[in-house]
């Protein structure tokens, strides 16, 4: 089978049509999940279904437990400091600290008014879906052409050297069936903010290249995916460790999420070098990809996206 009968294979519903159907829980209604992936692991993930259920409850129960033991602990914790040491002392102030940081990420965040606002407004725009027929996001289509590709002339909607950007066919509006508008504006931010590394991934300029490689425009779609997720955007309050970091971030700059965005395509591409991997082995890649960005938000120092190591890599 040739590769561009699989890559119409998996666009016209090999892997979409499985992918709408595994995502029907989710609350944000535009996005799905990620456009590329393999059947194999996707068909080992429904077979292990049932042993995942009762997997479930038992965390269930685990957590529950250990819910009331970090409460129990915090409380020792905090009466330790005010009666014991007293608040003005260096233990006493860390002893001291807010109950969230003291029993981990599963408990119920508190949001200053900038981080209410600003969240919200994140999730309003992710639950826009792509519309072809509007003309506001058939000019960010183009908007995004004439900054990719600046020497060239403007294709119609619907062309084949649409293709040339990795979308997976001559129509581009069929490829935002899982990543909804956010995912467009991402690229035209990248685009924008980080011209240089853009045009870099966009041409593969970086390393030793596969002879298959990912398609750069359906990558970005699946990274806005990505990062949704890994940040609990869908939850009623981020309750994951990289989900209350981000509010942090979110809250010293309304962009943190679009520049969080080009930080993990860049990482993205790295770890596919890295790898050496193929078209394939997207899915890995990716799930690499969140590990790591998990990892650098989770360090100490982060009050920004620009203090993330991976931050450096952009230019």
Not at 6 to 22: K, P, Y
Not at 39 to 63: G, M
Not at 73 to 91: E, H, P
């Amino acid at each position: 089978m040739s590769s561009r009968t699989l890559r119409r294979r998996l666009h016209h519903g090999d892997v979409g049509d499985r992918s709408r159907e595994h995502y029907e829980s989710s609350r944000l209604e535009s996005l799905n999940e990620p456009l590329l992936g393999d059947a194999e692991s996707y068909d080992s993930r429904r077979t292990n279904e049932l042993d995942d259920i009762w997997d479930d409850e038992r965390k269930k129960a685990q957590f529950h437990w250990t819910f009331l033991f970090s409460n129990l602990i915090a409380q020792w914790a905090q009466w330790f400091a005010n009666i014991v040491l007293g608040s003005g002392s260096l233990i006493g102030r860390i002893l001291s600290l807010p109950s969230t940081a003291l029993n981990g990420p599963n408990n119920p965040v508190s949001l200053t008014y900038v981080q209410e606002e600003r969240l919200r407004n994140l999730r309003h725009r992710l639950e826009v879906p792509f519309d072809g027929s509007k003309t506001e996001h058939q000019d960010a289509l183009k908007q995004l052409w004439k900054l990719a590709y600046p020497d060239r002339e403007l294709p119609s909607l619907k062309s084949e050297r649409w293709k040339d950007m990795g979308w997976q066919g001559s129509d581009p509006s069929t490829d935002f069936r899982g990543g909804g508008f956010i995912s467009l504006e991402n690229l035209i931010f990248f685009a924008q903010k980080y011209p240089e590394s853009f045009q870099r991934l966009l041409h593969k300029q970086d390393g030793v290249r596969a002879e298959w490689e990912y398609p750069f425009a359906v990558a970005g779609i699946n990274i806005s995916f990505m990062l949704a997720q890994m940040l609990d955007l869908q939850a009623g309050s981020p309750s994951s460790s990289s989900g209350i970091r981000f509010l942090q971030l979110l809250e010293e700059d309304e962009t943190a999420f679009d520049i969080l965005y080009c930080v993990a395509f860049q990482m993205m591409d790295a770890q596919w070098l890295a790898k050496r991997a193929t078209y394939m082995e997207f899915n890995d890649v990716l799930k690499s990809t969140r590990a790591q960005l998990e990892r650098e938000l989770a360090l100490d120092d982060i009050f920004s996206v620009k203090d993330l190591p991976a931050y450096n890599m952009l230019r």
